[in-house]
């Protein structure tokens, strides 16, 4: 993988449609995926001790970096590719195993305890590249999509599946609506719905979460903002982009009170157009729906309402503050003596956040800076393509909750190995530069080294 100096630190419009087997060889071993073969070893039941466990694990893996439809498409090819073959650690076309070996897997690996073994892979890797990328996971966006999935026709295993408290398929309604709350888009599916938290800036995600297809977004909001935090330092999230969909009190209060700054679009629920704030506040300042604060000119005829200037958070008392705009963008305002006096400042209002997390959150939705960063909310977006178009998420021919869980669980696995790739490579700085490697992927190599160094002593 040649990567350029230049490129972003995770290059994905480097990914190759069909990659070399050396970039195959690095993102298996960029896996760390020792402890789930381990405990998956232990377990031998109806005969899967006929091909070794890596090698069904491989078989797995490689399926989905060489995006393969099917499963049988992959086996297909091992047996006419004996250089791939050997990777995974087949010797000749007669140990390649048979679909149902794989299928039955894949069962296996989404049952207990070995699909939270998956997750703890997934989190290895996200806490890996977090000491490697000092900014991993500052900005950070979140969305949900639906995924084709079928449910098993076997009763007794949906019982299981049930008991393990795995959601099953069902079918799933998305509406899009425009400005004026008017249906332009209605988008139908049957399966489940991935809940992801991505970086805003690297576009890798630190958290994933896989739900029925009724779960509301924002009830899935906590269970991200947990995982993500426990991969990374619980300071370093500084803000959450989400759409509407995330626009609920609960959801506030959970960020405010872990220190996180909303970039949440408001849902229009008022009939009223705005409000009088209150309290000391001049009754000449009002907000709207959004928490845009203006301030009235009564003494012109008619009133003039105009936009107060926004100065800044103020997280030791909780408020936000705002100033005259005449005195701020120098303009003659009729009620300035009224409101301004002698005062040189202009008039200041400190608007209490607790009066309503969701219309005064710490980042304004007037202002420049979050419409700046509520723009990061499509890396989710683009992320969810990838995993969609690249790496076969949304295929549709996964049958049964727990096979697709933890086909879910491995292409989030393979999603890592990849951006572990990208941010590992070498990078040159044209035709006759050298090869070199960044200090990032040369913390990324040293903390794989260790890694592999601790296994092999264990």
Not at 96 to 117: C, H, I, K, M, T
Not at 289 to 299: H, Q
Not at 306 to 319: L, V, W
Request: aromatic share 6%; net charge neutral; charged share 30%.
């Amino acid at each position: 993988m040649r990567v350029h100096a230049t490129k972003p630190l995770f290059p994905w419009d480097e990914l190759e449609v069909s990659p070399t087997l050396d970039v195959i060889r690095q993102a298996l071993e960029a896996i760390p995926d020792a402890p789930l073969l381990d405990a998956r070893r232990e377990r031998l039941h109806n005969g899967c001790d006929t091909y070794p466990v890596s090698v069904l694990w491989g078989v797995l893996l490689l399926s989905i970096i060489l995006r393969h439809s099917t499963i049988e498409a992959c086996l297909e090819e091992l047996r006419r590719n004996a250089p791939l073959r050997l990777l995974i650690g087949i010797e000749d076309e007669t140990g390649v195993p048979n679909g149902w070996n794989l299928s039955r897997f894949l069962e296996v690996l989404g049952q207990a305890p070995y699909l939270d073994l998956l997750r703890g892979v997934f989190d290895v890797m996200v806490r890996r590249l977090g000491i490697a990328v000092p900014d991993l996971g500052v900005n950070t966006a979140g969305d949900s999509t639906g995924l084709s999935g079928r449910q098993d026709p076997n009763a007794k295993r949906q019982e299981a599946e049930i008991e393990q408290g795995l959601p099953q398929a069902s079918g799933g309604r998305k509406e899009y609506k425009d400005d004026d709350g008017k249906v332009t888009k209605v988008v139908e599916w049957f399966g489940y719905k991935l809940h992801l938290l991505v970086d805003a800036k690297h576009e890798v995600s630190i958290a994933y979460d896989v739900s029925d297809t009724k779960a509301p977004d924002n009830e899935r909001i906590e269970a991200l903002v947990d995982q993500a935090q426990s991969n990374l330092h619980k300071q370093r999230m500084q803000t959450l982009a989400y759409d509407k969909a995330g626009d609920d009190g609960k959801v506030h209060e959970l960020l405010h009170d872990r220190g996180i700054k909303p970039l949440i679009q408001n849902r229009s629920m008022w009939r009223d157009q705005e409000k009088v704030i209150g309290g000391r506040i001049p009754l000449n300042v009002v907000h709207n729906e959004a928490g845009t604060v203006f301030c009235y000119d009564k003494v012109s005829e008619p009133p003039i309402r105009r936009e107060m200037s926004y100065c800044g958070h103020e997280a030791s008392r909780g408020t936000l503050k705002y100033r005259c705009p005449a005195k701020v963008e120098g303009f003659t305002c009729k009620s300035e003596e009224k409101c301004n006096g002698e005062k040189s400042y202009g008039m200041t209002v400190r608007v209490p956040q607790e009066i309503d997390l969701r219309r005064f959150p710490s980042i304004p939705r007037e202002t420049k800076q979050f419409e700046r960063l509520y723009k990061g909310r499509t890396s989710v977006e683009r992320v969810n393509a990838r995993l969609k178009i690249f790496w076969g998420i949304d295929d549709g021919n996964v049958v049964g909750s727990r096979r697709f869980h933890a086909h879910v669980g491995t292409v989030m696995v393979v999603h890592l190995a990849f951006a572990t790739l990208l941010a590992s490579a070498r990078r040159y700085g044209g035709s006759f530069g050298e090869m070199k490697l960044s200090p990032i992927a040369a913390k990324l190599r040293a903390l794989m080294g260790e890694a592999e160094t601790a296994r092999e002593s264990a």
